[in-house]
């Protein structure tokens, strides 16, 4: 099977298909999704359960700032409902619990102070990095050179404010500060500000699941979306046509949209080969692993003790827990 299009798209999760949509609603018609796996939403996926309802083994939350996939939500006929039980985060550090203050008093443990302190000094660096030219900010070449954890060393003077600060960055990004250029993480917090990372980014979740939202798109787009077709080379590329090869035949294509992790970018073989510097950026793309589990109760047996539910444990592979209410079923969320 051969056939030509204007515009390919290599991807199925809400990446590829909301740029699909995007260019369907320009009228862009001559289109096609190559998808590799046999579903649609990528890293978005509802679990049904037995019991009834569902859980979420992907990406499950939304807040105030992730405008774009809230607008994208409301367009496909998903409504968001209340994410997180309110409540305050308790972190654990050695076999010891503690809610972080927001504002540390004389009374308050040393570590509450230190860790207080390295955020102001931390927010306070993050204004002066320019939203649209990070790379203008003073310095820039020397925060670009430190990493995000070499500044957590510096600016901190116990083990637990820096294990705390340090657990911060790994629940927002999913990754290693000591891997992170401190440049890149003060402009991605700039842009949001770290209380709404950290307190409000899980405030909505999806009715019917986030992954309802790439379904839809797909219901949308119909045959234009193609699974089971792992692209394995794009050849062609600096010209038109480009041809993609996939399991189920050859696509020409006058346009081609990469919508992939960049590591699973190494996947595909392209004819010419990339630039240097982009192959440099897919071999060395880190992501850390995490596992996400469900643990349901018939009863939330932690209210009348814990409020939230919601715990960070710093030192332990039991990284998160937060506590949500779906579909009639009280469900912890456990990620390690």
Request: charged content about 20%; overall charge neutral.
């Amino acid at each position: 099977m051969s056939f030509h299009v204007k515009v390919a798209i290599v991807g199925a999760g809400i990446s590829g298909l909301s740029a699909a949509w995007e260019l369907y609603k320009l009228g862009i018609e001559s289109l096609v999704v190559l998808e590799a796996n046999s579903r649609v939403g990528g890293r978005t996926l509802n679990h049904p359960l037995v019991s009834g309802g569902y859980v979420e083994h992907g990406g499950t939350w939304a807040g105030p700032t992730h405008t774009a996939l809230l607008a994208l939500a409301k367009e496909m006929g998903v409504s968001i409902k209340k994410g997180k039980l309110e409540g305050q985060t308790f972190y654990g550090f050695r076999q010891k619990w503690t809610m972080l203050e927001a504002s540390p008093t004389s009374e308050s443990d040393i570590a509450q102070k230190d860790f207080a302190q390295a955020m102001i000094t931390f927010e306070a660096l993050c204004r002066t990095v320019p939203v649209e030219a990070p790379w203008q900010a003073p310095n820039a070449n020397i925060l670009d050179s430190m990493t995000m954890g070499a500044w957590i060393e510096q600016n901190t003077t116990t083990d637990e404010a820096r294990a705390w600060f340090e657990g911060c960055v790994r629940q927002i990004l999913s990754g290693d500060p000591n891997k992170v250029s401190l440049l890149w993480m003060l402009h991605f917090v700039h842009t949001a500000g770290f209380n709404d990372l950290l307190e409000t980014a899980e405030d909505f979740c999806f009715v019917g699941g986030t992954q309802q939202i790439a379904l839809n798109i797909a219901e949308r787009l119909g045959e234009r979306v193609l699974l089971n077709a792992p692209v394995t080379k794009i050849s062609g590329y600096d010209g038109s046509p480009v041809e993609l090869f996939c399991e189920r035949g050859i696509v020409f294509a006058q346009e081609v949209i990469v919508a992939m992790m960049p590591k699973t970018v190494a996947r595909i073989q392209f004819h010419p080969p990339l630039p240097p510097i982009h192959h440099q950026l897919i071999a060395e793309w880190e992501t850390m692993s995490w596992i996400k589990f469900h643990a349901i109760y018939e009863k939330p047996w932690w209210q009348g003790q814990i409020v939230s539910g919601h715990f960070l444990s710093i030192d332990t592979k039991l990284r998160r827990s937060i506590s949500r209410r779906k579909m009639g079923v009280k469900v912890s969320l456990l990620d390690c």
